[in-house]
């Protein structure tokens, strides 16, 4: 969000917590930012946001970056079955989710002026390395991130006609807030296993590979990996 603010952009800032959205924007300062609190799968929530956002401006980016993951095998060593709620909550935050944002967000752009070039805009799912090389307790999760991969050229194919690009990135090993509460150790150890820089990606990485999406037109239908040449072992 930062990342687009600073290139000029209004940007909405969707958390389900309203206070951690109000601080980034609050951070990003100006008119550059607003808080929009939701959960990405509640489907009337997601269309207050949209057309709140639209009605700032046309919409021309959108990027679907939530997500969730428990780990739990799919039979444990107890012999009991993997949980079907839990398995169902991971599908909805991550694969449901992102979808709701991808077809608002499409709607909202289909109605946009179109720019010289005809397009209107972009989405930008989030799947993750797990949905290539998913690890053991990784099977909701693996399930979700590939779905979001699955789904990027078919929606792209789909919103061809009104100038709509669909792009997916899938992060490897992220310092993100999620892994900033493991113990230095473990974060030493992932790190390790990364080939080359052997370090956690910094999401500013992250940020810079959405704005080249945004910036190259020619850039469509697929899933750019950034994860240092990282393979996931089965655990």
């Not at 799968?41 to 970056?65: E, H, K, Q, T, W």
């Not at 909701?140 to 979001?148: L, T």
Request: contains cysteine.
């Amino acid at each position: 969000m930062e990342a687009l603010a600073a290139r000029g952009a209004t940007v909405a800032i969707v958390d389900r917590d309203a206070d951690r959205a109000k601080a980034l924007a609050t951070s990003i300062g100006g008119d550059r930012a607003f808080a929009a609190p939701a959960d990405v799968a509640d489907g009337a929530a997601m269309s207050a946001v949209i057309d709140g956002a639209a009605s700032r401006g046309p919409l021309r980016v959108a990027v679907a970056c939530a997500g969730v993951g428990w780990a739990a095998r799919t039979v444990d060593k107890d012999g009991k079955p993997h949980d079907l709620d839990l398995f169902r909550k991971v599908i909805d935050v991550n694969l449901v989710g992102t979808f709701n944002v991808l077809r608002l967000a499409a709607a909202a752009m289909a109605k946009a002026t179109p720019l010289p070039d005809g397009q209107r805009g972009v989405i930008i799912g989030t799947a993750s390395v797990a949905a290539f090389e998913g690890q053991i307790g990784q099977v909701a999760y693996s399930a979700s991130k590939g779905a979001v991969v699955a789904m990027t050229l078919p929606a792209a194919r789909d919103l061809a006609k009104v100038g709509v690009r669909v792009m997916t990135i899938a992060p490897g090993t992220f310092d993100t807030p999620m892994l900033a509460a493991l113990p230095e150790e473990a974060r030493k150890s992932l790190a390790a296993a990364i080939p080359n820089p052997s370090r956690l990606g910094d999401p500013t990485e992250y940020a810079r590979l959405a704005l080249s999406i945004v910036d190259n037109a020619y850039l469509n239908g697929t899933v750019i990996r950034i994860d240092g040449a990282l393979r996931m072992a089965p655990k």
